[in-house]
């Protein structure tokens, strides 16, 4: 069975850093691209950061260029965000998404 589980959300304050990570589980994650996404409260789900099979190829959205980045590795099943310079903008629920299968997400707060 299909699995995606992020971790590494909390509380941050602006200007500080957190690396997500997503592990997958149940399908052969190195022929897939994977990509984060995040919802705000009231707000739609949006694309933050998207990741070739091989992981030679990212996208940014243009709201987190400059100062997220996405990687993975495929021994390991694992995709991760890495994010700097957090502002409170940043505040939401992150998911990670493989084919068509979603993470539970993890919480990012960005507040002091």
């Known amino acids: 069975q299909v699995q995606l589980v992020e971790s590494g959300g909390g509380l941050v304050q602006p200007g500080g850093s957190l690396r997500l990570s997503c592990a997958a589980s149940?399908?052969?994650?190195?022929?897939?691209?994977m990509a984060w996404y995040r919802q705000a409260p009231g707000k739609e789900r949006e694309l933050v950061a998207t990741?070739?099979?091989?992981?030679?190829?990212?996208s940014y959205s243009d709201s987190v260029k400059g100062r997220f980045t996405i990687s993975r590795d495929n021994a390991k099943k694992l995709v991760y965000l890495q994010m700097n310079s957090l502002t409170p903008e940043d505040t939401a629920v992150y998911y990670c998404?493989?084919?068509?299968?979603w993470g539970p997400g993890t919480q990012v707060t960005v507040s002091s």
């Open positions: 149940g399908f052969t994650f190195r022929n897939y691209a």
């Open positions: 990741i070739t099979s091989a992981g030679g190829i990212t």
């Open positions: 998404k493989g084919s068509i299968h």
